[in-house]
């Protein structure tokens, strides 16, 4: 059983973790702070409230709904710079604001994977969001496929591909139902070196397909693992808010690989810029050969 490592994002030039607690989180995207709950933040808060208080933007849940208030002047999406690629920011109604800071780890892992492959290397993100995956392994020269069943983020992420400088890469943008659009590449014989995914612990597909991960998630690794050209580079599954352990996520790919290669797993956190402490974002199993 592998070590649980601890991968952490510090403080960059156009996103940071001002302050966390009491179930909320204080941070920067370029110039604009936003202030949004985080169940994770279980301990008390290191700034005043008066530093809280100079959000621009704030979500709250009331009786009445949850929604964000938002200053006026503040813009309604803006871009900035992270992990080496340009994404717009946007608040959304779910709380997001259009980017998982705290993935510019595997990012980099991705990059370093492709760039040293010594051959042409395919990828498939699958539940891809707006593109932070897509966008690293592109630029890193791999052909990608970028799957979502959401119209919005796959515009999303097209978008942060033509600001990133990555228009023309070779990145196939796909609104589909995951598990559909795998099991059509599969029938079509269409295989990839490198597979990502991150599924929601519930969700719908582009055509109102349910997702539930306590039922769909091992049988959708085991179609992934089907997808797979026969000398695969990587592997990479992440998590959040299901409530698993990331040993969980490594017993799967034990399975899914054997002894071949090797493999990772932790969590993923966000350093504070003031505090220095750790913010829990989310659990990762990776896989890569050699």
Known sequence: MSHINILTVEPGADYELL??????????????????????????????????????????????????????????RWQITHGGLKFWIKPTSFKHTGIFPEQATNWSWIQNLVKNAGR??????????????????????????????????????????????????????????????????????????????????????????????????????????????????FFLVNGYASGYSPIAYENNLKDLFGDAGTREIGELTIQESKGGRLLPAGIFARWQSG
């Open 120 to 233: 042409p290397v395919s990828v498939l993100n699958l539940f891809g969001y707006t593109g932070g995956a897509s966008l690293a392994a592109a630029a890193a020269g791999a052909e990608v496929c970028h799957v979502d069943g959401s119209k919005t983020v796959v515009s999303w992420a097209r978008e942060n591909a033509g600001i990133s400088g990555l228009g023309d890469k070779p990145i196939r943008w796909i609104l589909d139902d995951a598990r559909g659009f795998v099991k059509r590449e599969i029938k079509r014989g269409k295989k990839y070196d490198g597979i990502i995914l991150d599924p929601p612990a519930f969700g719908h597909g582009a055509n109102k397909e349910v997702w539930k991960i306590e039922d769909d998630l091992l049988p959708f690794l085991k179609l992934c693992r089907e997808a797979m050209t026969d000398t695969p580079l």
């Open 19 to 76: 302050d966390s607690g009491l179930g909320e989180k204080l941070e920067r995207y370029g110039n604009v702070i936003v202030w949004r709950p985080d169940p994770q933040a279980l301990w008390p808060k290191h700034l005043p409230e008066s530093e809280w208080k100079k959000a621009d933007a704030v979500f709250t849940r009331e009786d009445k709904g949850a929604g964000w208030e938002i200053k006026k002047g503040t813009p309604e």
